[in-house]
C-alpha cells in the first residue's frame, strides 16, 4: 500500500494567487468602466425652462 504525500501549499503561494486574482479583477472593472463609458445613452434634447417666481412670491 502506498502513502499519499499531500503537501499543503504554502503561505506565500496562497497570498500570491489571491494577488493574481484581485489584480485581473480590478482589470476587469476598470476595462468595464472603460467600454460603458463609451456607449452613448440618449439624453433630452430640449432643456426645459421654468419660470417659479411666481411660486416663489406667493410663499
Do not use: C, H
Not at 18 to 39: G, H, R
Request: no cysteine; charged share 20%.
Amino acid at each position: 500500500m502506498q502513502l499519499k504525500y499531500n503537501r499543503q501549499t504554502s503561505f506565500g503561494s496562497t497570498l500570491l494567487k489571491t494577488l493574481i486574482k484581485l489584480l485581473i479583477a480590478i482589470i476587469v472593472f476598470v476595462i468595464a468602466i472603460f467600454l460603458i463609458e463609451k456607449i452613448n445613452f440618449p439624453s433630452p434634447k430640449k432643456k426645459f425652462d421654468i419660470n417659479i417666481t411666481n411660486d416663489i412670491k406667493k410663499l
